[in-house]
Structure formats: C-alpha cells, structure tokens
C-alpha cells in the first residue's frame, strides 16, 4: 500500500482497528470476517505514514510479541522506519535478538540498528549472517546489507558467488 504522508488523517482509525481486529483494545469486530493477513496490511500502511506514524509506536511494540510472524515482522520493520522515534521499541528488540527463530532475530536486528545504530555491535552479526538462511527474505537481507557500510565487507567474496550461481538474486 502507497497511501503515503497522506493517510496521516487515518492514523487514528488504523490503530483502532488494529486494536480490534488483534484484540488490544475493549472494541472488538468479532462478528466481521476478517482475512488473517489484515493486521499485517494494516501496519504496511502505518510505514507509509511517515513520521507520524510514532503515535503507533506502543501498539507496534506489542505487536512484535505477536505470534502471528508477518504482524510481528511487518511492526519491527515499521518501526525500523520511524528511526530513532520509535527509541521505546529497544528493549523489546533486544530481547527478541535471542528469539529462536533466525528471521525473527534480523528483523528484531535491523530494527534496533535504524533505530539506534550505536547497537551495530550486536546487531551486525545477525545481519551478516541473514545471507546464510535462504528463504523468502533472503533479498531483504541482502538488500540492507548495502546499508550496513564497511561492516558488511566481509560478505562481499560470498555475495558475488551467490550471485553468480544463483539467476534469482540477480
């Protein structure tokens, strides 16, 4: 969704049927079907907002105890984007740094380096090692590395040999 700085205005209706529809708030829509992938979209649309968006950061960080992955992931990313905004979401990212499951722990990694890249020390490791897991985010991984400077230079020999045997990455 691109609605941009423009859904500002929607940011109050947003969070409350993001508080609906995963039962954060007293206001429930039970009785109104709502696909699973909702929630998720939803916060796709509070990382198009722009800064605005930091009003959202508490409901974000309790999205990202979720145990519903694209809600989790999707709020680590938005809040990745709100920067230093969003500096209440560290302790939280920090804590899911050690989450048992790889994609959890780099989206928790570069979410807590956009926010405050003073924590690059614990951050890049798990960052670096996002191009070891294939799967559905392994562009995403490699796309930030660009991001991440001088300290993604040791990857550089492996990254030209994925690409070189892999047509998909190019």
């Not at 691109?2 to 500002?8: F, H, I, K, Q, Y």
């Not at 924590?119 to 796309?143: F, K, M, N, S, T």
Request: with cysteine; aromatic share 4%.
């Amino acid at each position: 969704c691109r609605l941009g700085t423009n859904a500002a205005p929607a940011l109050p209706l947003i969070m409350r049927l993001l508080g609906s529809v995963t039962n954060t708030s007293a206001e429930n829509l039970a009785d109104v079907p709502i696909p699973p992938s909702f929630p998720a979209n939803l916060v796709n649309i509070l990382g198009t907002v722009g800064p605005s968006a930091r009003t959202a950061v508490p409901l974000l960080i309790a999205f990202t105890q979720s145990d519903r992955p694209p809600l989790c992931r999707n709020a680590m990313r938005v809040l990745g984007l709100l920067g230093p905004e969003a500096r209440d979401a560290e302790g939280g990212l920090l804590a899911l740094l050690n989450d048992p499951d790889p994609e959890t722990q780099w989206f928790a990694a570069k979410s807590l380096f956009e926010i405050d890249p003073s924590e690059a020390p614990r951050c890049v490791p798990i960052l670096l090692a996002g191009v070891d897991a294939p799967g559905e985010y392994l562009h995403v991984h490699i796309r930030f590395l660009g991001s991440l400077g001088e300290a993604a230079r040791p990857l550089v020999p492996k990254l030209m040999k994925m690409l070189k045997e892999n047509e998909s990455l190019r």
